[in-house]
């Protein structure tokens, strides 16, 4: 029997947005991020019509992050819901969900939330290395960036990616 203890962690994070939700949600896709996210770059391997969709896998391999494999669990375009999966570092499963919810005056909030576990005592490092600021920082970065984009048409550069590589951080 392994003595191994897998550590876990939650956190989450509520952006204000200045669009509504219908205008937001679209862009919480693989494709789609490379028009708001600087440095954004991923591998799209399994998608029906080509956009984020239940089951669409795709891969990331980010400055400093390494290399993540990426599936869509739940995804309510009419309820603005998203969730992902992602294997990172043969070390670590993090689930991502994401909700946009309208604030009635034509702005949303996209609350994140992330569970991180790890699978062996490599995962144990990443995930004590995955401190609120750590996922803060990321999600505040994502904030602005997304915000920028909504309000000009224009992606905000700011080389984020090419600075965030932070261990457990997550995009």
């Known amino acids: 029997m392994s003595t191994f203890r897998a550590k876990r ?52 391999n980010l400055h400093g992050d390494g290399e993540r494999t990426w599936v869509v669990s739940h995804y309510d375009p009419e309820r603005f819901e998203i969730g992902f999966v992602v294997m990172a570092k043969s070390s670590l499963i993090l689930n991502f969900d994401i909700t946009v919810k309208d604030r009635g005056d034509g702005t949303a909030n996209a609350t994140w939330t992330n569970v991180a ?11 004590e290395a995955f401190t609120d600021d750590v996922f803060a920082a990321r999600i505040k970065f994502l904030e602005g960036a997304l915000n920028h984009y909504l309000q000009t048409g224009a992606m905000l550069k700011s080389g984020f990616y090419a600075h965030a590589g932070k261990p457990g951080s997550e995009g």
């Open 9 to 60: 962690v939650v956190r989450s994070f509520t952006q204000e947005l200045c669009a509504p939700a219908s205008k937001v949600f679209p862009l919480l896709c693989p494709v789609r991020e490379y028009d708001w996210i600087d440095g954004w770059s991923c591998e799209l391997i399994h998608s029906e019509s080509g956009f984020a969709e239940k089951n669409c896998v795709f891969r990331t």
């Open 117 to 127: 576990t790890a699978l062996n005592e490599q995962g144990n490092d990443l995930v």
